[in-house]
């Protein structure tokens, strides 16, 4: 499967912005969907993961209440939507596809995803 992921871009602190993940290739359905960041000089990072189906997910204690996964396996596309952004947001983020199937979206690891997007550039100024 390839991942495109878009949506990006510069706002404001206290902004909104939804990045959207389209695959192709195969179905999205077949695969949960992971969303990373990686701000400059540190580590990827976990923002969340949505499971195959989409009626579960996982996020990062930082974003919790913020950021929302969501899916629409008819189109072949999964969304981030992130509210009320801080500089500390700023980041490269990436979407990514796993093959495996586990009980909670909590279970996964960096290493689980094997299918990565190009990424998008967020940056939230102050």
């Known amino acids: 499967v390839q991942l495109q992921a878009s949506g990006g871009g510069l706002v404001q602190a206290g902004d909104s912005l939804k990045l959207s993940c389209v695959a192709s290739?195969?179905?999205?359905?077949?695969?949960?969907v992971g969303w990373f960041r990686q701000a400059p000089g540190k580590e990827r990072e976990a923002v969340g993961v949505?499971?195959?189906?989409?009626?579960?997910?996982n996020y990062q204690d930082s974003v919790k209440g913020r950021f929302s996964i969501s899916r629409d396996n008819t189109k072949n596309t999964a969304f981030l939507q992130m509210n009320s952004l801080n500089p500390e947001d700023t980041a490269v983020y990436y979407c990514?596809?796993?093959?495996?199937?586990?009980?909670?979206?909590?279970?996964?690891?960096?290493?689980?995803?094997?299918?990565w997007g190009q990424g998008t550039l967020v940056t939230v100024s102050s």
């Open positions: 990514a596809a796993s093959y495996y199937s586990k009980a909670s979206p909590s279970y996964y690891g960096k290493n689980d995803f094997g299918f």
């Open positions: 290739g195969r179905f999205l359905s077949m695969y949960a």
């Open positions: 949505i499971s195959k189906n989409g009626r579960l997910t």
